[in-house]
């Protein structure tokens, strides 16, 4: 019995010093530690010992991210909320900016998975701005008035990184301009662009400005004549979640640079002229099957040729090429028809110069075989090899495109009107050094 006793006593001495010692640390490690916690979790603490009492009130973060709020009994975040029967969203939150030190903010998060009043959000944004936040992640959900972001936010020259989620349509108003002079990161999520929100001048405010992110948005300008998106987000996360909606009937030009994200357009781009695809796919990663990724993009891609069939020009990359390549049995999978089709253009890095030939020399060729390689490099004839084949080439300022048969064969026969080929010949590897 003594023993047990012994050793229950030497457990409580050993935590209660393990407590000094971790109490005995400066406020500013201990804020430090804390600001890798919620909020809530945060407040919590104030109740482990009287060291912890106020020091919540100095944690430079703020993350309130809520689903519901309706657990005032297991452990309350306040001792004055401790006999209520409820305790509000709003109520909490504003305790909590109520008692805090009134010092500047490297973090402010509030991500709401329920109803508020947009006065609520903007009274949170307007505290974040008036203490100087550096990184602001907000995620609104108001179904009537949308939340206007104040001023004070729209020009502060303390904020790096900035996040809006809208999880209804409209809870955050887009503003037309910013002045955001050293604001590195901006995402946005679930916004339109429109005649009535954007007027071109909305990231010209951020000079320094090094990622956006524009995930499922709609862009919705029916005038607009011109469409470029370059979409560099890792495809190996969120490879699934983002869209890009497209309402732009007068469209004209359109090109997609970097990683496949799911373009829908809501109109049929009956003036598109000319239309110009890079992409680029997965190539190693031990944590997902390259491969199956690889053919998610082809069937994405070809989703993305279907609403664009009326272009008349269309340059391809070589790694578009490989994506259109990976798509099982190509040419048995359904029709996808360039009625206006006229040029066709495959393009190369380190571009050394071009060549154009009529259609007639390479359809001659690809009928008498389904399989193996073209090979394009500038001769008078395209040159059909082995799939495994490699070619070098002869002349030290030149060498060649290979472009898979299968996919040639897909091109031309879906093309009926097609009249020429541009092939873009690279540099030799001697002549990039």
């Given at each position: ?272 002229e000319q239309a110009c695809i890079d992409l680029c796919y997965p190539t190693a990663c031990k944590l997902v099957n390259a491969t199956e990724r ?73 009928s008498r075989v389904s399989n193996g390689v073209l090979i394009l490099d500038g001769s008078k004839e395209p040159r059909l090899l082995p799939e ?25 026969e879906n093309a009926p009107s097609l009249e020429y080929l541009c092939i873009e010949i690279p540099k030799a590897s001697s002549d990039q050094e």
């Amino acid at each position: 019995m003594e023993s047990r006793t012994k050793k229950k006593n030497q457990d409580n001495f050993e935590e209660n010093h393990d407590l000094d010692r971790l109490s005995s640390l400066p406020d500013s490690i201990l804020c430090l530690v804390l600001s890798y916690l919620d909020t809530k979790s945060v407040v919590r603490t104030s109740v482990l010992a009287k060291r912890y009492k106020l020091l919540w009130t100095l944690s430079p973060c703020l993350d309130f991210t809520l689903f519901e709020f309706n657990d005032p009994y297991s452990t309350p975040v306040f001792p004055h909320f401790k006999n209520s029967l409820a305790v509000s969203l709003e109520s909490y939150v504003f305790h909590v900016l109520h008692s805090r030190e009134h010092s500047n903010l490297t973090s402010f998060r509030l991500s709401l998975h329920k109803e508020v009043n947009a006065e609520f959000i903007e009274t949170c944004v307007e505290y974040a701005a008036q203490h100087k936040v550096q990184h602001l992640k907000l995620r609104g959900f108001v179904k009537r008035n949308a939340v206007t972001l104040p001023e004070m936010l729209l020009t502060s020259s303390s904020l790096l990184s900035l996040h809006l989620h809208n999880a209804t349509s409209y809870s955050i108003e887009l503003p037309k301009s910013v002045n955001l002079p050293n604001l590195k990161v901006l995402c946005l999520k679930n916004f339109e662009f429109s005649d009535k929100n954007y007027n071109g001048e909305l990231f010209s405010g951020c000079p320094n400005l090094e990622t956006l992110v524009l995930s499922n948005l709609d862009v919705n300008f029916l005038e607009l004549k011109n469409l470029e998106i370059r979409y560099w987000r890792s495809p190996w996360r969120c490879f699934d979640e983002h869209m890009i909606n497209v309402n732009a009937p007068k469209l004209a030009f359109f090109k997609f640079q970097g990683h496949l994200a799911r373009v829908n357009f809501k109109e049929n781009l009956s003036c598109l002229e000319q239309a110009c695809i890079d992409l680029c796919y997965p190539t190693a990663c031990k944590l997902v099957n390259a491969t199956e990724r690889k053919q998610k993009a082809s069937e994405r891609f070809v989703g993305m040729l279907r609403c664009i069939s009326n272009v008349k020009f269309v340059s391809l990359s070589s790694n578009t090429i490989e994506i259109i390549h990976a798509i099982p049995d190509l040419r048995a999978s359904p029709p996808l028809i360039f009625e206006n089709l006229r040029f066709l253009k495959f393009t190369t890095k380190n571009k050394y110069r071009e060549k154009t030939m009529r259609t007639e020399a390479v359809v001659k060729m690809l009928s008498r075989v389904s399989n193996g390689v073209l090979i394009l490099d500038g001769s008078k004839e395209p040159r059909l090899l082995p799939e495994s084949s490699r070619v070098k080439s002869k002349r030290k300022d030149s060498v060649h495109i290979a472009i898979p048969a299968n996919v040639m064969h897909y091109m031309l026969e879906n093309a009926p009107s097609l009249e020429y080929l541009c092939i873009e010949i690279p540099k030799a590897s001697s002549d990039q050094e």
